[in-house]
């Protein structure tokens, strides 16, 4: 299991789960401190057996809440089987943690209407995820007939007040890759909204500015978006930049320069339709550097700090709380977190790979020196 990061006092070598002051910066004795209300992440990949062991800890130390994805192999297609998956990421949690898994189905074109309501009264489950079928990891049981076959458990997850939580590309493989959300958008999305106006929906991970315009162009209540560290901070060239980079290889895929600003002022805003979303999803290191790679970033032990660094660059950071904290949970009807974290703007340098029972995951930013260090990283 990874450790809780620990900055050590003297120059030491650096293993999995630690933290180092890289010894050529300066901290300044009054150093900048923000407090804010602890953050949820509305988009989480907690995987199962040892990968979930190994990362869920980090979620726990920066998180109050998440939103974890079903896409397991086999999927979450059951309120049973989350029940299940609940149970098994409570007992990989570290002892004394309160950090609180929200549960999501997997839907598929034979999902029955019962089982949203048999969701509903577990009391764990908060979503329904709807991937289109072989548009991402883990998403070959998705929806081939979201109008036709799904229709009937869209008019009960209304019923309910469940969320459909959406990744939002198109899986036709003519379709340029870089252009599938913005086709997504223009043939399932809007329809969908026109057709189930009261259904709350979640754009999941938005790379695109066509994105921002359609959530904007949507109502306040019924549609919203989560946004990636990843996608506020890299732009398609970092795929590239070098070399082949598969550690920034993702889905959606990493879009132009003016797709990742657009992203930042939406964010930076204040519009309450965006909020934090990590996309986090780890996978071993052998099965991202190979000849055919999978698609996922791991980033939640820096996204709290790389968004703190987005929304600084932008001027904005009396808006960071809301994003981190506030919209996520008023989109969901949840209440706010009660407890706080700090984030103080020290550098630390980002652990160059986790090790875990099965191998190894390389995280967002690795080796890299971030600043805005979360108060659960002890200094
Ligand atoms: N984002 C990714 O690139 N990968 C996610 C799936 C997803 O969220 O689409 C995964 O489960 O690995
Ligand atoms: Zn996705
Ligand atoms: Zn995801």
Redesign the pocket.
Known sequence: MIKTFALPSKAVKLHCGEVRRPKQVKVSKARMELSITKPDDWHL?LRDGDLLQAVVSHSAQNFGRAIV?P?LRPPITTAAAAMAYHESILKALPSGSNFTPLMTLYLTDSTSPSQIKIARESGIIFAVKLYPAGA???SQDGVTDLFGKCAPVLEEMIEQNMPLLV?GEVTDPDVDIFDREKVFIDTVLRPLVQRFPRLKVVME?VTTMDAVKFVKSCDEGHVAATVTPQHLVLNRNSIFQGGLQPHNY??PVLKREIHRQALVAAVTSGDKRFFLGT?S?P?ERQRKECACG???IYNSPVALSIYAKVFEKAGALDKLEAFTSFNGPDFYGLPRNTSKVKLSKTPWQVPKSFSYAAGEIIPMAAGETLEWLPDSVTV
């Open positions: 990949h994805m896409n991402t990891t883990n990744h991970h993702c889905l996309d999803a996978h999978c698609a996922g």
